[in-house]
């Protein structure tokens, strides 16, 4: 099938999105309200939205961690399939902008999701927040979790995923870390653009690491061009 079909993308997912992600008050609301609030409109999609809330459900997760929750998009999809797998499961959310975090208490909150009982949104810089995190497992105040989505700051992809496979429950945990392939262009890796120095190429680490077994996912739809990575511990 030629390529130019790419072109067809929109209506494609405007039709699929029809029939299989309709719109929800909760989900509507989450959208519209992060927009009144001047959060850019840079949120999962619907379908992809969807996807995770799939993906965490085929996966049986009980404890998820988001890097990046922007207005709580996300993290509503997360928080209704975490319901879906029997109730008990919580959502872990790090926000590095205190306005964006509170849109985003407001919308899980409208949404119905107990807060922070079902869905925590922790203030402060990825890198900072998680070896907080890991301080409260060694302790056993905090499980570890079975799910961790990376949709934070681009340059920092591979510290993040070091830090989500050190942070999962082990064998069967996954680890999804979304604009991958816009990163690898942008940042020069792979594509036209020279490449900037000192990059680390998150694909390339994971290649090496024995810990897990990984593919990247090449996409095209609302989100234009871009892809995902997903990795599985071993």
Request: net charge negative.
């Amino acid at each position: 099938m030629s390529v130019s079909n790419v072109t067809h993308a929109s209506a494609v997912e405007a039709h699929t999105e029809t029939h299989l992600v309709p719109p929800t008050p909760a989900l509507t609301h989450a959208y519209d309200n992060s927009t009144a609030h001047g959060i850019p409109m840079i949120a999962v999609s619907p379908s992809q939205g969807k996807f995770l809330s799939l993906l965490t459900s085929l996966s049986g997760a009980r404890h998820v961690l988001e890097l990046g929750t922007l207005g709580g998009y996300s993290s509503i999809w997360f928080a209704q399939a975490l319901k879906r797998n029997g109730g008990g499961g919580t959502l872990t959310s790090v926000e590095i902008d205190p306005a964006r975090r509170a849109v985003a208490i407001a919308n899980l909150e409208a949404a119905g999701v107990r807060v922070p009982q079902e869905a925590e949104v922790l203030l402060g810089a990825g890198l900072d927040v998680l070896p907080r995190l890991e301080a409260e497992m060694a302790a056993g105040t905090r499980p570890r979790f079975d799910f961790v989505f990376v949709d934070a700051d681009w340059e920092n992809q591979w510290r993040y995923f070091e830090w989500g496979v050190r942070l999962c429950k082990g064998r069967g945990s996954v680890i999804y870390v979304d604009n991958v392939v816009r990163w690898l262009l942008e940042s020069g890796v792979v594509g036209p653009e020279r490449r900037a120095e000192g990059v680390e190429d998150l694909v390339e680490g994971v290649g090496r690491d024995g810990r897990v077994e990984a593919v990247v996912m090449q996409t095209v739809g609302a989100k234009d061009y871009d892809g995902f990575l997903m990795a599985v511990v071993k």
